[in-house]
C-alpha cells in the first residue's frame, strides 16, 4: 500500500515472518529518503515465501489423510473415525488460523485515523481443536481399559460432559473479548536506525493476566483435568495386569476388529503417535504455559495467549506427517515387498 504524506512518501507493506501461521507478520516501513537496504526486503520476501509454502504443505498433508482416511481406511479400519476426527479438526483449525492472519494483516481503515491493525483471540479456537482430539483420545482409553461397557458408559459420560462444560463456560466468559481491538500494542521493534526501521506485528491480542484467572481455572480443572484422571486410571489398569508403568503401553487405538476380520489396520500404527500428543501436550501446557504465564506476572502483567494455537499446529502436522510415512507410504512398500516375493516363489516352484 502506498501512501502519499506530502514530501516524503511511505511504503507500507505486511509480509508474515514465523513458521506458525497464527503467531507473527512483518511489518516495515520504507522511506524513500533513509531506506532500508534491498537485502532486507529479500529476506522479508522469504519468510513470507517460507511460511506461504509451509502453509500450502501442511493443507495438502491434511487433505492427502482425510482422503486416504474415507476412501481406504473406513471399511477395513475400525480406528478410521478416530483417526478422521483428529485430523479434522486440526485441519479446520488451521483454516481458521489462515484466515485470521489473512485479516490481521489488512490494516483497517477508518474515517480521519490512520490506518490499524486488527489484533485477534486465537484461543477459544486452538480450546476447541484441542478438546476434540482429547475427546476421541479418552473415548478409545475408556473403551480399550474399561472391564464393562457399562461402567465405560458411565466414566465416558462424566469425562466428555466435563470437557463440553468447560468448553461452554470459556466460551460465555470470553464473549466479551471476541471482538477485535485496534493498535493494541501489537509492534515489536527489531531495528530502528537512521536506514529504516523494522517492526513484527503480533496479530493475537494481549491480554491481562488477572483477566483470564477465571478461564485458566476452568481450562485447567474442567478440560485438562479429565485427560488426566483417565490417563492415570488407563496407566494403573495396566500396571495390574502387565506390571510395567508405561506410557507406549497405553492402548489407544485396538486392533481387535481388525484382527478378526483378517486385515492389518494400518491406523494402529498411530498409537506411539497418539501417546507423543499426550506427552506434548503435557509438557506444552503444565510446564511451557504456567511458565511463560508466570514471567507475564513477574514483568509486565500482560501475556499473548498462544500456546494452545501453537499446540494444536503442531499436533495436527506431527499426526499428519506420521500417517502420510506410517500408513501410506509403508503400507506401499510392504505391498511391493509381498509382490516381489510372490514372484519369487512362483518362479522357484516353476523351475
Known sequence: MYTDYGLEETVYRAMPVSTKQEELTISFLVSTRNAIPMDAVDVMFLFRLVQSGLIFMAMAAGIVCLWHIFYFRRKSCANSGTSFGIVFAGFVHLIICVR???????????????????????????????????????????????????????????????????LVLIWDTSGAQDVAHLNQRNFLSFTDSPKGRLEAFVSVCEKHLSSEIT??????????????????WALARNFMQTREVSMLKLDILSNKECVTNSKTCDCVKLNTVLVAVLVNSAILLFLAKPGYMLYACLTSGYFRDIIPSILQTVLFTHICSQYICKVIVQRRREIQTQQVCKCETENSATV
Open 100 to 166: 485470521m492472519l489473512s485479516i490481521a494483516e489488512e490494516p483497517v481503515v477508518l474515517p480521519n485515523q490512520a490506518p490499524a491493525h486488527l489484533c485477534l483471540d486465537y484461543t477459544i479456537q486452538a480450546l476447541y481443536a484441542n478438546s476434540i482430539v482429547y475427546i476421541f483420545i479418552l473415548h478409545n482409553l475408556i473403551f480399550n481399559h474399561a472391564q464393562t461397557t457399562v461402567g465405560a458408559l458411565f466414566i465416558w459420560i462424566l469425562s466428555i460432559g466435563s470437557i463440553y462444560t468447560g
Open 215 to 232: 478461564n485458566v481455572m476452568i481450562e485447567y480443572l474442567i478440560l485438562y483435568l479429565p485427560v488426566i484422571i483417565i490417563v492415570t
